[in-house]
């Protein structure tokens, strides 16, 4: 009675459990075929029709015949177009069977009540604020150096270190999403109000004016080692550019001079392990909402800079004013980077 028993309770396994579907384990675009976790013994005998889904979505990608069946599991072969539609992970059903995911409570739809769409690619503008910058800048102001004979460490005193963006920080970035690829660039605009300051201790009615500006841009490609329908992580490298400018000018209260004392530029490329964090909530059918964060590691920098100076008065006060004014930028790559994504995506 009891392997009478056992025997129908298999037979039963076997004829339902196609309804519970399987998942795609494996895509070779080069064999054009995919590999699923569930064979003959489940019921995916060779010459079935089986039809690929996304979790959440009611009409399949795409259906095919099942070429060859194995016990624990089977492939399909599909043409060299279509195996760019399928990605590991989504559900495998036999045609005519119930999808598992219409009695999933726990299936992926958008906030709209919208599924999840297989997509080739996406496109998103983002506002991108860095938390942490790749690289590093010091502020420098003027320092009105000492009367007389008397010689100056420097003639710069450090105002205050550049260490995050939030504003003109833009971004756009794609996915194409059969090689798990995505790819991006950036802008970064930073700045500081000009500052006035005594250019001799002796003489106060002489200042010294200086202006600062700083921007960026940076370029990221990475491979999504784990891309789901709505979560994306990846490993890459980003490559950011940094170009900054000092210039500091003579004047007097009077307001007949005009004189430029110093003139430095920096330019600073960084390149980091870039390792992305994506969240993608669809709004309509080709809209989303992306969420996400990039950890930037420095792993080395290049740097180029030029100074211009015509301090006659001040610049024997130290014995090379020219590489006195660079080392007051203190331009370095940093520790670490991160950054917010915020944007909204197009996809297809």
């Not at 309770?9 to 080069?30: C, D, E, H, P, W």
């Not at 910058?133 to 105002?159: I, K, R």
């Amino acid at each position: 009675m009891y392997r009478k028993t056992m025997f129908r309770f298999a037979i039963l396994l076997m004829s339902t459990s196609s309804l519970y579907g399987a998942t795609i384990t494996a895509v070779s675009q080069k064999k054009r075929a995919v590999r699923i976790d569930a064979g003959a013994q489940m019921g995916f005998s060779e010459g079935k029709i089986l039809c690929f889904f996304v979790r959440g979505d009611d009409a399949p990608v795409l259906c095919g015949p099942i070429s060859q069946s194995a016990p624990n599991h089977a492939f399909v072969e599909v043409s060299e177009t279509d195996i760019l539609k399928l990605q590991k992970g989504m559900i495998a059903q036999l045609k005519g069977d119930k999808k598992d995911h219409e009695e999933d409570p726990q299936a992926e739809t958008s906030a709209l009540g919208h599924s999840t769409k297989a997509s080739l690619f996406s496109l998103t503008a983002a506002y991108q604020p860095f938390l942490l910058l790749p690289f590093s800048v010091t502020v420098p102001n003027y320092a009105a150096p000492p009367s007389g004979s008397q010689q100056a460490t420097s003639l710069w005193t450090a105002d205050h270190t550049l260490t995050s963006a939030y504003a003109m920080t833009l971004a756009l970035e794609g996915t194409y999403n059969p090689f798990h690829l995505l790819m991006g660039a950036r802008y970064l605009q930073l700045g500081a109000n000009p500052v006035q300051t005594d250019y001799t201790a002796s003489d106060l009615t002489l200042y010294a004016e200086r202006s600062f500006s700083d921007s960026a841009m940076g370029f990221y490609g990475d491979y999504l080692w784990m891309q789901g329908p709505r979560l994306s992580l990846g490993t890459g490298l980003d490559i950011t550019q940094n170009s900054v400018t000092s210039t500091t000018v003579e004047h007097n209260n009077a307001g007949t001079l005009n004189k430029t004392l110093f003139t430095v530029k920096s330019t600073l490329t960084v390149v980091s392990l870039h390792i992305p964090v994506r969240f993608q909530q669809p709004l309509f059918s080709k809209i989303a909402i992306n969420l996400g964060a990039d950890l930037l590691v420095p792993l080395f920098s290049m740097e180029s800079h030029t100074v211009s100076q015509s301090d006659s008065l001040n610049g024997g006060k130290v014995s090379d004013p020219s590489t006195d004014a660079f080392n007051a930028l203190a331009h370095k790559k940093s520790a670490v980077g991160l950054d917010l994504i915020i944007g909204v995506s197009y996809v297809h």
